[in-house]
T-cell receptor, first 115, second 108 residues
Framework: GAVVSQHPSWVICKSGTSVKIECRSLDFQATTMFWYRQFPKQSLMLMATSNEGSKATYEQGVEKDKFLINHASLTLSTLTVTSAHPEDSSFYIC???????????FGDGTRLSIL | AQRVTQPEKLLSVFKGAPVELKCNYSYSGSPELFWYVQYSRQRLQLLLRHISRESIKGFTADLNKGETSFHLKKPFAQEEDSAMYYCALRSQTDKLIFGTGTRLQVFP
């Protein structure tokens, strides 16, 4: 069964709106979660590493003020796309590590469409 | 530089034919490599990891450090194998670096 729950699965909103995406780990505590972005027919690009109780680590070129990440508990990380614009339209995917030397497990993804 | 290369965007075969999806990597250290699969309208799922040395759904992949490759193979492709396949490398900080993916199409 799924170990990661991501919500919502699809969002359509007007330009200028802020959108929050949730990523929950099920059945286990995740000190580290990852946020990816995937453009159509392209690979996943890591945006940031979300660490519980501390600031997220952003990849080069990712605006931390644009993509706010909060990892307030061991089972929840949120990604907020602030003042979204059409160029932010993409597929956003989170993943978690169950612990130890375990592989990453991915959420279903959130399709964000900004009009 | 850490990089994963999947040279083929699309691989089309007929059912029953052998399949090899290529993956090459660049990493200064001891790599940990994975194959992930994404079926149509489904989440990305782990297919194989090199340290497990197991066969999943008939797929195998061997890490060749000399050739810096981790090719995915299956002797007889099935229609249900049609999907997007991503090779990924895990860095020491647990980050996954993905290749660009190969779409496998298996025709009946």
């Amino acid at each position: 069964g799924a170990v990661v729950s991501q919500h919502p699965s699809w969002v359509i909103c007007k330009s200028g709106t802020s959108v929050k995406i949730e990523c929950r780990s099920l059945d286990f505590q995740a000190t580290t979660m990852f946020w990816y972005r995937q453009f159509p027919k392209q690979s996943l690009m890591l945006m940031a590493t979300s660490n519980e109780g501390s600031k997220a680590t952003y990849e080069q070129g990712v605006e931390k003020d644009k993509f706010l990440i909060n990892h307030a508990s061991l089972t929840l990380s949120t990604l907020t796309v602030t003042s979204a614009h059409p160029e932010d339209s993409s597929f956003y995917i989170c993943s978690v590590i169950a612990g130890g030397n375990q592989p990453q497990h991915f959420g279903d993804g959130t399709r964000l469409s900004i009009l | 530089a850490q990089r994963v290369t999947q040279p083929e965007k699309l691989l089309s075969v007929f059912k029953g034919a052998p399949v090899e999806l290529k993956c090459n990597y660049s990493y200064s250290g001891s790599p940990e490599l994975f194959w992930y699969v994404q079926y149509s309208r489904q989440r990305l799922q782990l297919l194989l990891r090199h340290i497990s040395r197991e066969s999943i759904k008939g797929f195998t992949a061997d890490l060749n450090k000399g050739e810096t490759s981790f090719h995915l193979k299956k002797p007889f492709a099935q229609e249900e194998d049609s999907a997007m396949y991503y090779c990924a490398l895990r860095s020491q900080t647990d980050k996954l670096i993905f290749g660009t993916g190969t779409r496998l199409q298996v025709f009946p």
